[in-house]
């Protein structure tokens, strides 16, 4: 209403298309863009905040099983908002898809990739200052300045080569192509981009689930009731990656014995190692 109606009411036409659905494209993209970041960062950061996030590290399921969990949902939650958007303005505006399937593609991909970036926020932020610090500095102001709701040859010269250094400006214009088969760039920068995003954040975000794990379960418990020789034979090596953190479950048929693991650990009767065994 307010783009379409108020501004675009002044505004005739972008390119040869109408503004009302000129923008469509841009707003489904600021959308899924920000919806993305919030779900993954909040739904990662609450439990860690709540300290539940513990139980799902001693549940059987590794850090990849994890990352899909919580980005997954985040970036489906994302894409039926982007669906609901879509179908809401096609009441408002005609509005035409071109290629429906690149439409998709780029939907689904930019979820997923923002989605993990809010994964990534989430596992970074240590309290909700800072999870809001990089989407609202950051994010929003790129995708605003990405041609949500302009074309980037309506600038001046030097304004568009400013442009072409934000990363976002390549999502959009490949997801308005794929509606009115107009780009301010070439369409396969634009799949090289998102491609290239989600890729790089699939990979941090595993990354920062192993780390978020190795220092969960090893570092910060050690730091916490370690004694003084614990720490000195044990933190530096694995704050340095020589030791990768792991934890045996000892508390047979309660909650946090996952699996119901039968195995058990017996000091020998000199007192100089441990027999691993069941």
């Known amino acids: 209403v307010v783009f379409g109606t108020a501004i675009g009411s002044r505004i005739d036409q972008v390119e040869g298309i109408s503004y009302g659905a000129f923008i469509v494209p841009g707003l489904i993209m600021l959308t899924v863009m920000t919806q993305g970041i919030?779900?993954?960062?909040?739904?990662?950061?609450?439990?860690?905040?709540?300290?539940?996030?513990?139980e799902l590290l001693s549940a059987p399921i590794n850090f990849?099983?994890?990352?899909?969990?919580?980005?997954?949902?985040?970036?489906?939650?994302?894409?039926?908002?982007?669906?609901?958007?879509?179908?809401?303005?096609?009441?408002?505006?005609?509005?035409?898809?071109?290629?429906?399937?690149?439409?998709?593609?780029?939907?689904?991909?930019?979820?997923?990739?923002?989605?993990?970036?809010?994964?990534?926020?989430?596992?970074?932020?240590?309290?909700?200052?800072?999870?809001?610090?990089?989407?609202?500095?950051?994010?929003?102001?790129?995708?605003?300045?990405?041609?949500?709701?302009y074309s980037i040859s309506m600038l001046p010269p030097f304004w568009q080569g400013v442009s072409f250094f934000n990363p976002v400006v390549y999502l959009i214009s490949g997801f308005r192509w794929a509606f009115f088969g107009t780009s301010d760039v070439p369409i396969g920068l634009s799949l090289l981009a998102i491609a290239g995003m989600s890729e790089c954040r699939s990979c941090l975000g595993g990354l920062s689930s192993t780390?978020?794990?190795?220092?969960?379960?090893?570092?910060?418990?050690?730091?916490?009731?370690?004694?003084?020789?614990?720490?000195?034979?044990?933190?530096?090596?694995?704050?340095n990656g020589d030791l990768m953190a792991a934890f045996a479950l000892t508390e047979p048929g309660s909650g946090s014995d996952a699996m119901n693991i039968k195995t058990t650990a017996v000091l020998n009767a000199e007192g100089t190692h441990y027999v691993v065994n069941g």
């Open 64 to 149: 990849l099983e994890i990352v899909v969990g919580f980005a997954g949902a985040a970036a489906t939650k994302a894409l039926f908002i982007g669906l609901v958007i879509l179908a809401t303005s096609a009441f408002f505006v005609d509005l035409t898809i071109l290629h429906p399937m690149a439409m998709l593609a780029f939907l689904v991909l930019t979820c997923i990739s923002f989605s993990l970036f809010g994964f990534i926020i989430g596992i970074w932020a240590r309290n909700f200052e800072q999870l809001q610090l990089i989407p609202l500095l950051v994010v929003t102001p790129l995708v605003f300045l990405g041609g949500s709701f």
């Open 38 to 54: 919030s779900n993954a960062s909040f739904g990662i950061y609450f439990p860690k905040f709540i300290g539940t996030f513990y």
């Open 211 to 239: 780390v978020f794990a190795h220092q969960g379960i090893g570092t910060l418990p050690l730091i916490n009731f370690g004694t003084q020789a614990q720490i000195d034979r044990y933190l530096a090596r694995c704050m």
